[in-house]
């Protein structure tokens, strides 16, 4: 099998064309990431460098008690600054969260002929994607990570079209998470002293995209990366991610300063993470950060993760919130609409906080 990936093409056919996936690298037996994974040096993980962000979870069962006003506080703040939290007590069991984790794990086993059904261009529907890396067609390194992507449009759909193997779980935690979203973003719109009309919040959360990441285990991980330099691009990203680690944010710098400053996301039993999206950012006309994040590989064990991307309606049109413009003096975005974001997103490599040029007004 080895011989397979003597070419570059053969491997890329192999893996992203045949849907073999770096899962199907790792079970061929090999002992070394090939060429195509290995990132330039600027873009690899030293672990060393970072250090771990040791705030404690969010506790959102406060939200209904005496403590509401500094649980609001400690939301608005970490919106504000690192644009990543954890929370607890946020309405999804550990027994759905664990399933969830079981789920992937079941699904990414499966021979590869059983997940290549979902391919681009074979899946029997739009609403599934099976895949791996992120744009492999640009992506001159590869990233370290197979995934299934999962559209929400309604029950029905979903039944018939997502995998048996994650869809009762995948459904059961898309209507768990909206309630989180929805009164976390009520809270960050609300905190801007702005009320939205229930359509324009249902045009801003309209679209709900499940994902299963499957990290396999890396013979190198210190020359590859699980997923690159990104932002998310939708409003919020409710995440689970298990106790193996490896999800990294940046911690934003007013200057250009060399020194990037790196915080782990240190797993919690029972906590999701939830991270701002770009689509916020630029309604906050930037008072809200979308943080750029990275996945490490591992070379123990296979890591899973299931984000939750509650974006806007293609069709929204997205800008910061004239009142929130009024008081800053100017508006650091332009308007978007946000099928016209996502090409953009979509149609390039990842680049860091690269998608929100896409929006952002320059000061002359
Ligand atoms: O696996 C993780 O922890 C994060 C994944 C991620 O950033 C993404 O899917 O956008
Ligand atoms: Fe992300």
């Not at 029972?270 to 990275?294: C, F, M, P, T, W």
């Amino acid at each position: 099998m080895s011989s397979t990936f003597n070419s570059s093409n053969s491997l890329y056919d192999f893996v992203v064309k045949d849907g073999n996936g770096v899962k199907g690298i790792v079970d061929s037996g090999l002992k070394e990431v090939p060429e195509r994974y290995i990132q330039p040096p600027h873009l690899q993980i030293n672990k060393l460098d970072s250090s771990t962000h040791i705030l404690p979870p969010i506790d959102l069962s406060k939200l209904n008690g005496p403590e509401h006003d500094q649980v609001v506080d400690q939301i608005v703040s970490a919106s504000e600054t690192l644009g990543f939290f954890q929370v607890v007590n946020h309405g999804v069991s550990i027994e759905l969260l664990e399933s969830l984790k079981d789920a992937a794990h079941t699904f990414f086993n499966l021979p590869p002929e059983n997940k290549a059904i979902y391919l681009s261009g074979v899946s029997p529907s739009p609403t599934v994607r099976y895949g791996t890396s992120f744009a492999p067609e640009k992506e001159k390194s590869l990233e370290w990570k197979d995934y299934i992507s999962m559209i929400y449009n309604n029950d029905e759909q979903a039944l018939q079209y997502w995998p048996d193997q994650c869809k009762e779980v995948a459904l059961e935690y898309v209507k768990l998470s909206s309630k989180i979203v929805r009164d976390l973003v009520e809270i960050l719109i609300g905190e801007l002293g702005v009320k939205l009309e229930e359509s324009k919040i249902d045009g801003l959360l309209g679209r709900r995209v499940v994902n299963m990441n499957y990290y396999p285990a890396c013979p190198n991980p210190e020359l590859t990366v699980g997923v690159g330099r990104h932002s998310d691009i939708g409003a919020i990203t409710v995440l689970l991610q298990d106790g193996i680690g490896g999800l990294y944010v940046k911690v934003e710098q007013d200057n250009d300063s060399e020194n990037e400053e790196w915080l782990e996301i240190p797993p919690i039993h029972g906590a999701l993470v939830i991270n701002i999206g770009d689509a916020l950012q630029i309604l906050s006309n930037g008072k809200y950060k979308s943080a750029e994040h990275r996945v490490r590989t591992t070379n123990t064990q296979s890591r899973v993760s299931v984000p939750i991307f509650t974006l806007p309606q293609p069709t929204e049109r997205i800008e910061p919130l004239p009142e929130v413009v009024k008081k800053d003096g100017l508006a650091r975005y332009r308007e978007i609409v946000f099928q016209d974001y996502m090409k953009n997103f979509f149609g390039n490599v990842h680049g860091g906080k690269k998608s929100l040029d896409f929006a952002r007004i320059n000061a002359a």
